[in-house]
């Protein structure tokens, strides 16, 4: 016991005394997107836990898995292009609860999905019906609620609208943005009626838009501008060289300020922040080129910030569930992968059933998903790839302390687990730590 104290009173010394560590809380990232940053390779679940969920496959539940939002108990999907009409319900172990199909042109129906927004707390799903320029709320049973109408000048079909907080939904204009019809692209709206609550306002001298146009054709990186950050909201507004963080008491700060200046390049190379994590900021530069007549362009170059070397690389993440060492993208895959950065999960994607039986049959699968794809047929659904947050606070304290657990080799097993339940429970309060393990910090844990 007295070891038990002692580590506790060490550890609250730490908790307390990080405090002068930390960076101020006006403290932003710089980041040169210019520069050619050493490389870095991370293997997913070093750092996150992944989770797979396979998907129930029946007559009434088939669906290509377009992922539009995940809560604690449900995961919601479309089918890919939306215009089907089907909403899909699944429980959290891939159970499917209830298939909603509310298509028609009557008042209190939709005549395509652009996305959805859930709101968990009250059972309500917000159909982003903008053809019509209106959000059409239902409860999970698929009862109409009520219509939400926004101005017809606003565009919401990139389908970034997210739940804010218990009033009000969060929105990116794409379009408006790309057409310069307002200077602002981020928006609170009302839940109750869809009238404007807030206009984000961020500043910049001049409009630069990512898209490229020829003639009716045109093309956009299709990175996300508007992403969580666990209750904060990360905003990426292609004109101004700086990342703003906007928090739920509607305060704006710097995040990220990239260099150089976006209007001193040509062609522009813009930056795209993605998951975030206790350690490591993912994100992606996106250079202004695209190549009409062969449908490609827009190069990119994925970047981490990893906050404990204070150091930025380019980085490659590996799944350690295929034997390959298959790459996982952190950064962009339209459709596919979908950012949450909010409660515990860093991100969902999609895996195709028939890709997951063509890897298990040539034997290139491992653990949980291994077994999983077994089960699997080219015609099953998806399987829902979830990926949460480790208790990076606790593994960080363990990482920068190996010594600590010398003393196994003194101590019987029961007084081992004890001694790291302690230590997990001491620190889950802890926001960061700085520094090196002191000799003096060693010797009095181990006497």
Known sequence: MKLILTISAMILFLITGCESGKQPANDFLTVDITANYPKKELIL?????????????????????????????????????????????????????????????????????????????????????????????????????????????????????????QDNLICYDEIGNYKNLRKSAFWLLSKQDGSIVKEIELPYEHKISPFLSKGIWSAGPRNTELISQNGSWVLIEPSTDTIYSYSQDHSIKPFIVRTPPIRSMAPEVFLYPSILTDRYYFMQTTKKQWDFEKETGFPRTDLVYDKQEDAIFECVVYNNDFVDQT????????????????????????????????????????????????????????????????????????????????IRTCFSENTYVNFQKHVRESVKTCTCFYGNPTSIFIYLIIS
Not at 338 to 362: P, Q, S, T, W
């Open 327 to 406: 790459p996982v993208d952190m950064w962009y895959e339209h459709g596919i992968l979908k950012i949450i950065n909010n409660d515990g999960i860093a991100f969902i994607k999609k895996l195709e059933a028939n890709e997951l039986v063509e890897a298990y049959r040539k034997g290139k699968l491992k653990g949980r998903l291994n077994e999983i794809a077994a089960g699997l047929n080219e015609e099953s659904n998806p399987v829902i790839m979830v990926a949460e947050y480790k208790e990076e606070k606790t593994s960080y304290l363990l990482s920068i302390f190996p010594d600590l657990f010398f």
């Open 45 to 165: 679940q070093d750092f996150l836990d992944v989770e797979y969920i396979p998907l129930e496959t029946n007559e009434e539940f088939i669906t290509s898995a377009s992922m539009q939002a995940i809560g604690k108990n449900l995961i919601i999907l479309r089918n890919k292009n939306g215009q089907d009409g089907d909403i899909f319900i699944f429980d959290r172990t891939g159970k499917g609860q209830r298939k909603i199909n509310r298509s028609g042109q009557g008042s209190q129906e939709y005549t395509n999905i652009g996305s959805i927004a859930l709101d968990e707390e009250k059972g309500e799903l917000f159909i982003n019906n903008y053809y019509s320029s209106q959000f059409i709320v239902y409860d999970l049973s698929g009862n109409f609620k009520r219509t939400l109408k926004y101005d017809k000048d606003f565009n919401f079909n990139s389908g970034k609208i997210y739940n804010f907080d």
